[in-house]
């Protein structure tokens, strides 16, 4: 691959949603190919193929997987929904320790119906953790919650910033829970710079998520994540201050967005790590790495 002798590809991971077009073993050659070495995975897919094919598959392409999303939806109130949740996520820690990732990405799980108590629903979130982390960390794993932007706090995640998501992981040994920072989440907080060090300090950081705010969102916000560099958010202070931090693990683009998943994979991947050395790296001699052959 072309490009500036100083862009290294070490810490770049990609995402499985960002080029959701591609089936698995797509996904698998077409970073084989373009010298992605890291691949965030999500469950559904992994599921579909089998877990234990998809742990044959990436490991033998010589990739790794740098996080299995999701676990977490851990907010219900009645008995048998809170069961339902633990058996679930104890099912996904077994299948992150299969595909051989230390890092299973929480959603807290917004409010149940009829429900207005944001803090006994967080409060559900700690019980959970205290039952999952010792089980997580048994088969080396950790859990990483991730706080989403606030509009999502009644239907998906009652964690909307960085200080809740470390409060509730602080209860916690750091090899059992940590934080997922999120720039497409927390670019807006005032009091990130702090709780990003405050993460750090205590070696909470398990996962960096990169994807961009573009004004206005899409309807449905959730499917609005903007390419690198097409909106607001200074990517490069985050990846700066997460490695202030201590943080040395992958930089994983999880982007979300039809416009996307319309187009040839193989360019959308070709244009993502153009977009990751220019707008998270800082490059700016302004080269054009060679489109991603397409697998197979």
């Known amino acids: 691959m072309t490009g500036r002798a100083r862009f ?24 084989a190919a373009a010298g992605v070495r ?6 559904g897919p992994v599921r579909e193929y089998g877990v234990e094919a998809a742990a044959h598959l990436v490991r033998d392409a010589g990739l790794t997987v740098s996080s299995l999303c999701r676990g977490g939806f851990l907010t219900a109130a009645d008995p048998a929904g809170r069961a339902a949740a633990l058996a679930d996520n104890r099912a996904a ?19 149940p119906p009829g429900s207005r108590d944001l803090p006994g629903a967080r409060e559900r979130v700690g019980t959970a953790l205290a039952e999952l982390g010792p089980y997580a960390a048994g088969l080396g794993v950790r859990l990483a919650i991730e706080p989403l932007h ?22 916690f040994p750091a090899e059992q829970v940590g934080v997922v920072v999120d720039t497409y989440h927390l670019w807006w907080d005032d009091a990130v710079a702090g709780q990003l060090a405050r993460a750090g300090e205590g070696g909470r ?42 943080y040395r693990g992958p ?19 070709a244009e993502v790590l153009d ?3 220019r707008h998270v790296l800082g490059g700016t001699d302004g080269n054009k790495r060679p489109p991603v052959p397409r697998p197979g």
């Open 38 to 43: 890291q691949v965030g995975l999500w469950r």
């Open 150 to 171: 606030p509009m999502f706090a009644s239907d998906r995640c009652v964690v909307s910033t960085l200080r809740q998501a470390l409060d509730l992981a602080e209860r």
């Open 205 to 246: 950081i398990a996962a960096f998520q990169l994807a961009d705010w573009v004004t206005p969102l899409p309807e449905g916000a959730l499917l609005g994540r903007g390419q690198l560099g097409d909106g607001c958010v200074d990517l490069r202070w985050f990846h700066e201050r997460v490695g202030a931090a201590g």
């Open 275 to 277: 977009r990751y050395d």
């Open 8 to 31: 290294s590809l070490n810490q770049f991971s990609l995402n499985q949603q960002t080029v959701r077009q591609w089936s698995l073993p797509e996904l698998v050659a077409g970073c």
């Open 93 to 111: 820690v077994e299948e992150a320790a299969a595909l051989g990732t230390g890092t299973l990405v929480l959603v807290a799980g917004g409010l």
């Open 251 to 269: 930089a994983e683009v999880e982007i979300f967005h039809p416009g996307l998943w319309a187009r040839d994979g193989g360019e959308v991947l």
